[in-house]
């Protein structure tokens, strides 16, 4: 497939490529950031304005800014009272680079790239701004910022011991940040942390077994807050021949443990 590349010279936008790499994003949600990076700092709009802009429906676009949210590059505060004392909405804030550092598809391109994004020509000039008079059920995009006000947390809120469990045992250990959010939005009972080990100990077999069969080194690719939003413990078992034998433990003995 050939590419075709223009001289750009003006009303263009350079974005860093951390996310544009980060294979955990869909399509989707990597087009809908692009979207909102090239829009100036100041720029107010809500959900319904994103989706009147595009041919995606509303629930898209919220499916889109959740994805978002969870991989770290979108977060939102709680909703603000006014001296009126109505409610105006979550303040977002909208990154280049996730909350707890570039992934690894991007730490394995130049530094230069994925450390120091810059963003330019996003003018107003040639957007119509949208409609802001009256109320609005979704709060305007903040400036985008390197989220100065955000505090990481050592450990979750919901049953941290069986967190840190998991995430000891867990076979990658990267973006906990995002984990940490994943599992305290999931709340698992001790029921979904004993069916959880045994699925992820059987995954875990058989991609070693994968591995073995294919003769290269044991890999696990999938964060672990993608493996919790997707509910991934629920995919069917793969194996095409037989594994090789599990870790030490039972799988009962390792959701206990969680």
Same mark, same amino acid.
């Given at each position: 497939?050939?590419?075709?590349?223009?001289?750009?010279? *003006?009303?263009?936008?350079?974005? @860093?490529?951390? $996310?544009?790499?980060?294979?955990?994003?869909?399509?989707?949600?990597?087009?809908? %950031?692009?979207?909102? %990076?090239?829009?100036?700092?100041?720029?107010?709009?809500? %959900?319904?304005?994103?989706? #009147?802009?595009?041919?995606?429906?509303?629930?898209?676009?919220? *499916?889109?800014?959740?994805?978002?949210?969870? /991989?770290?590059?979108?977060?939102?505060?709680?909703?603000?009272?006014?001296?009126?004392?109505?409610?105006?909405?979550?303040?977002?804030?909208?990154?280049?680079?996730?909350?707890? #550092? @570039?992934?690894?598809?991007?730490?394995?391109?130049?530094?230069?790239?994925?450390?120091?994004?810059?963003?330019?020509?996003?003018?107003?000039?040639?957007?119509?701004?949208?409609?802001?008079?009256?109320?609005?059920?979704?709060?305007?995009?903040?400036?985008?910022?390197?989220?100065?006000? $955000?505090?990481?947390?050592?450990?979750?809120?919901?049953?941290?011991?069986?967190?840190? *469990? $998991?995430?000891? $045992?867990? !076979?990658?250990?990267?973006?906990?940040?995002? @984990?940490?959010?994943?599992?305290?939005?999931?709340?698992?009972?001790?029921?979904? %942390?004993?069916?959880?080990?045994?699925?992820?100990?059987?995954?875990?077999?058989?991609?070693?077994?994968? /591995?073995?069969?294919?003769?290269? !080194?044991?890999?696990?690719?999938?964060? /672990?807050?993608?493996?919790?939003?997707? /509910?991934?413990?629920?995919?069917?078992?793969?194996?095409?021949?037989?594994?090789?034998?599990?870790?030490?433990?039972?799988?009962?003995?390792?959701?206990?443990?969680?």
């Amino acid at each position: 497939m050939a590419t075709v590349r223009i001289e750009k010279t *003006s009303d263009y936008t350079v974005v @860093a490529n951390a $996310f544009l790499d980060d294979e955990r994003l869909s399509l989707k949600a990597v087009g809908l %950031l692009s979207y909102m %990076l090239r829009l100036p700092d100041d720029w107010n709009f809500t %959900l319904e304005w994103l989706a #009147g802009k595009h041919k995606d429906g509303l629930s898209a676009i919220r *499916s889109a800014i959740q994805e978002l949210e969870s /991989a770290g590059y979108v977060s939102r505060s709680d909703q603000v009272r006014t001296e009126g004392g109505t409610f105006r909405g979550a303040d977002y804030v909208v990154r280049e680079i996730p909350v707890g #550092g @570039a992934p690894t598809a991007c730490e394995n391109r130049t530094r230069t790239a994925c450390e120091n994004p810059i963003s330019e020509n996003r003018t107003r000039s040639h957007i119509k701004k949208p409609n802001t008079i009256g109320p609005s059920t979704n709060p305007p995009i903040a400036p985008q910022g390197a989220g100065a006000d $955000f505090v990481p947390h050592s450990t979750s809120s919901w049953k941290p011991e069986r967190f840190d *469990s $998991f995430w000891k $045992f867990y !076979p990658l250990h990267k973006s906990k940040q995002a @984990a940490i959010k994943a599992w305290d939005k999931l709340k698992p009972s001790d029921e979904l %942390l004993a069916v959880i080990g045994k699925a992820l100990k059987r995954q875990i077999a058989e991609e070693q077994a994968r /591995a073995a069969r294919e003769r290269r !080194p044991f890999e696990w690719k999938l964060h /672990a807050s993608t493996y919790l939003n997707g /509910a991934r413990w629920t995919d069917e078992p793969v194996q095409t021949m037989p594994l090789p034998p599990a870790p030490a433990g039972s799988a009962e003995e390792v959701g206990e443990r969680w």
